[in-house]
């Protein structure tokens, strides 16, 4: 894939994203139509995946990782009012904040799936700027953390069809996955990263999909294989750490309970197993 075609598949994508942009129907309930309009973005969502996995098998350069996150940055928008808009419902756009962060976690997840950790971390350090959030009295710029919203409708849809799911978003990213070619660990192992990292830097990051890692027995793949120092040493950029130390504090703050882990009810996971604490650089 050269460069040049993959500015232009960028921009074309983002600009056609406009088209998934939700029409009121009343007569539709609205979170069935916009659970019919994610439905309806899946080969789109399809096609992008087969382009991150080939930037990450054959453009992971510093130059194609600015030209990702400028097309994450691109997308964020879409998860608040047009400029212009001086009306809309509190759901309008919450297919936008569900399919942006999808993109997100699989932009990550298969970067980091593919060992590109120095990719990865410049689309997780570096701010996205985005001018609209200064509308709502924010700074233009905003960190990793913008990807994830809260998705109000989804929580409605689950009370109002009786679902009794303790993430119905988590069981839609789910099910959505089964078409992506990827396997939903990769997903689960961003969210872990994004979430210790976001931690680490006092943001807030919500891991959707951690629903389905509470009763994991082991560590994610890279942490299994940072048994050996010199993998730890190259992975630890994910998750903005220096040392072991570093992190030994991190986890017992979640112990001691001064930094809170998610819960689904009674449900939660534990960093500690899904990091391999025990054996992390224990050879060379």
Request: contains cysteine; glycine residues 2%; charged residues 30%.
């Amino acid at each position: 894939m050269l460069q040049e075609p993959l500015d232009e598949y960028f921009a074309l994508f983002s600009k056609n994203l406009e088209n998934f942009r939700i029409q009121e129907n009343r007569d539709t309930e609205q979170d069935d139509l916009i659970v019919e309009n994610i439905d309806k973005f899946l080969p789109y969502r399809n096609e992008l995946i087969q382009t991150f996995i080939a930037i990450a098998q054959y453009l992971p350069t510093e130059e194609v990782a600015k030209k990702v996150h400028r097309f994450l940055e691109n997308l964020i928008p879409y998860m608040n009012r047009p400029e212009n808009t001086s009306q809309w419902g509190r759901w309008d756009f919450d297919n936008f904040k569900f399919i942006v962060h999808e993109i997100f976690l699989y932009a990550i997840g298969i970067s980091i799936k593919h060992e590109r950790f120095e990719f990865s971390n410049e689309l997780l350090s570096t701010p996205y700027f985005v001018p609209s959030r200064s509308d709502y009295g924010n700074g233009a710029a905003t960190s990793f953390s913008a990807f994830r919203d809260y998705v109000d409708s989804i929580e409605h849809r689950n009370k109002r069809l009786g679902l009794r799911r303790l993430s119905l978003r988590a069981d839609i990213l789910k099910e959505r996955n089964k078409s992506s070619g990827v396997d939903f660990n990769i997903l689960m192992q961003a969210d872990f990263i994004l979430f210790i990292r976001a931690t680490r830097e006092s943001e807030r990051w919500w891991p959707e999909t951690l629903l389905y890692s509470s009763h994991s027995y082991g560590p994610f793949e890279i942490w299994a294989r940072s048994i050996s120092r010199n993998y730890f040493d190259r992975a630890k950029i994910l998750i903005s750490i220096n040392t072991l130390n570093d992190l030994t504090e991190l986890i017992d703050s979640f112990k001691e309970d001064r930094q809170r882990l998610p819960r689904w009810d009674w449900d939660t996971f534990n960093p500690s197993v899904l990091l391999g604490q025990e054996k992390l650089c224990t050879k060379q």
